[in-house]
Nanobody, 111 residues
């Protein structure tokens, strides 16, 4: 399985971005897909997770601001990020439950 993350960029605080993770195979059979992020000088952290049944969960710092979703027909998982804060600045990665990773997309939030 290959993953291609995209959608990062530079945005002002309070703005929004939508990240996409395109998966080479069918995502319907993948038990769960996650978004991680790694800020400069910090450890990689799990941001959001979505199961193949559609259940979701988030790290506390993004709850109410980020939404993870999936489009099985397009084999793509999304991360809608609203009310962005400078502390959301990081490289964002998608990962499947069989430990396949995308290449990362950089999100920079200016104050």
């Amino acid at each position: 399985v290959q993953l291609q993350a995209s959608g990062g960029g530079l945005v002002q605080a309070g703005g929004s971005l939508r990240l996409s993770c395109a998966v080479s195979g069918s995502i319907g059979s993948i038990p769960y897909i996650t978004w991680y992020r790694q800020a400069p000088g910090k450890q990689r952290e799990l941001v959001a997770i979505i199961s193949n049944l559609g259940s979701t969960d988030y790290v506390g710092s993004v709850k109410g601001r980020f939404t993870i979703s999936r489009d099985n027909a397009k084999n793509t998982v999304y991360l809608q990020m609203n009310s962005l804060k400078p502390e959301d600045t990081a490289v964002y990665y998608c990962r499947t439950s069989d430990d396949s990773w995308g290449q990362g997309t950089l999100v920079t939030v200016s104050s």
